[in-house]
């Protein structure tokens, strides 16, 4: 039986690990999906045969989604799903790499099978990253085996990201805290997103809430000076690192001109939204930094009102990170 392709109408949305829940309750809450709303699971893969249930005309004729149409909660989207039906793993290459040359998998089942087919594909880089690292801008596809011998895949995806996600390789020994994945990844989406230059030797950058450094290690591994605020100490590595200036101090009670100027001004602290959301408007409306990362702790339900307003600030962009868990990151960045 020769290779046969069955084009689908409808679009695909692939979850973060463990967050699956959170995109269903997004795509009700935030879009309005009705609670009757058909749809197909795969894995974290959630298809719906509808693409008008979500999307206007516009961008059906398009395929390209505007950022703030981009649910948090999904790391990729297929815009153009289909079903490959296939006898053999040769077929099943050779029919992905007529299409297009890059593809990641997305596995949850037939993981031997999956594995096979991605041996006969073109190279890419599934390996977790060292950082910093660039990440280049090209097409790249998605598939996950629904069957032995069904694929479903998207060759259009809204994510540059093998999958829609990036994994660091890990310093087990260094780092106060394994935070510093986040800010890693968020300098990373930084990069792709806004082609922001990173904080260097020439930069001053202030965080708020640093202790116990995790973030400060990045920056200062960076060639940064950092100017670090918590009410504790940082770890002693970093309290002794001449490009940290530690103050004992409640962040967010400390005015902008009491910092100054500040190539990066960053924030991990858990806090409601809004009064996040109050501090981050303080900074800019000081003029005192033109760039921003700050994680966005969800207390209970989550208020996307809220959220919708850090996405509205100018040169701006809310995402779930990879890193991150039962939160969203806001990236900011206007050089």
């Not at 719906?48 to 395929?63: G, M, Q, R, T």
């Not at 020994?173 to 930084?190: C, F, G, H, V």
């Not at 962040?251 to 910092?259: G, Q």
């Not at 990170?321 to 206007?334: G, Q, R």
Request: net charge negative.
């Amino acid at each position: 039986m020769p290779v046969h392709i069955e084009k689908l109408k409808g679009i695909a949305f692939l979850a973060f690990p463990e967050a699956l829940e959170f995109l269903k309750s997004e795509l009700k809450n935030r879009f309005s999906l009705p609670e009757e709303t058909k749809f197909k699971c795969y894995g974290d893969l959630i298809y719906f045969d509808d693409l008008s249930i979500l999307y206007n005309d516009e961008f059906i004729v398009a395929k390209e989604i505007p950022a703030e149409k981009l649910p948090y909660w999904a790391r990729t989207i297929l815009l153009e799903p289909m079903l490959v039906h296939f006898d053999s793993i040769g077929e099943a290459a050779r029919s992905l790499k007529e299409m297009q040359r890059n593809w990641a998998p997305y596995q949850y089942q037939h993981f031997r099978r999956a594995t096979l087919i991605q041996e006969k594909l073109p190279y890419i880089n599934l390996k977790p990253r060292k950082f910093p690292v660039d990440i280049p801008k090209s097409p790249i596809g998605v598939y996950t085996l629904i069957d032995e011998k069904i694929i479903f895949a998207s060759g259009l995806t809204s994510s540059y990201l093998p999958a829609g996600a990036i994994t660091f390789v890990e310093d087990h020994e260094n780092p106060p805290s394994r935070a510093y994945l986040k800010i890693q990844e968020s300098l990373t989406m930084a990069r792709l997103l806004f082609y922001a230059e990173l904080p260097g030797p020439d930069s001053k950058c202030f965080e708020a809430g640093a202790c116990p450094g995790g973030w400060t290690w990045v920056l200062v591994n960076l060639g940064s000076k950092v100017h670090a605020v918590d009410r504790a100490e940082l770890a002693p590595s970093l309290m002794n690192n001449e490009l940290v200036t530690f103050q004992a101090h409640d962040a967010f009670t400390l005015k902008p001109e009491e910092i100054g100027p500040c190539d990066w001004v960053f924030s991990d602290v858990i806090c409601y939204p809004e009064r996040l959301l109050e501090w981050v408007r303080k900074w800019l409306d000081s003029g005192l930094t033109k760039n921003m990362i700050c994680t966005i702790k969800m207390q209970g339900q989550i208020d996307y009102d809220v959220v919708q307003q850090f996405a509205d600030i100018p040169n701006s962009r809310v995402v779930h990170l990879n890193y991150n868990k039962h939160e969203l990151t806001w990236i900011h960045v206007a050089q």
